[in-house]
Nanobody, 126 residues
Framework: QLHFEESGGGLVQPGGSLRLSCGSS????????IGWFRQAPGKEDEWLSC????????RYVDSVKGRFTTSRDDDKNTVYLQMNNLKPEDTGVYYC???????????????????WGQGTQVTVSS
């Protein structure tokens, strides 16, 4: 059974950095492409990034390109989202999930990703 856990969120000032982690105690993450999503207050879930099962393909939404970096450490069974130069509009709950339709990050539709855990809260504020 798929179960992911997100961690690493917190309160940070604009321009600051955080590194989010996505891990699992029930499945090897390298079986899947892993996506990161954000739910901002009052907004729908937004696809942010995806890393393929081998790590050879990484995609980003335009609003985070150059600021966010997704990587994976298969030895630690963890996928990371390094977030730099954070902005107030980056505030939200961040989730990771497996792409069940593609290993190559071909889609961004929330319905193709699972499971959905508790997420980790990121607040960017001065």
């Amino acid at each position: 059974q798929l179960h992911f856990e997100e961690s690493g969120g917190g309160l940070v000032q604009p321009g600051g950095s955080l590194r989010l982690s996505c891990g699992s105690s029930t499945v090897q993450l390298d079986y899947y492409a892993i996506g990161w999503f954000r739910q901002a207050p009052g907004k729908e879930d937004e696809w942010l990034s995806c890393i393929s099962d081998t790590g050879g393909i990484v995609r980003y939404v335009d609003s985070v390109k150059g600021r966010f970096t997704t990587s994976r450490d298969d030895d630690k069974n963890t996928v990371y989202l390094q977030m730099n130069n954070l902005k107030p509009e980056d505030t939200g709950v961040y989730y990771c999930a497996a792409d069940l339709k593609s290993d190559y990050c071909d889609g961004q539709h929330r319905g193709d990703f699972s499971p959905w855990g508790q997420g980790t809260q990121v607040t960017v504020s001065s």
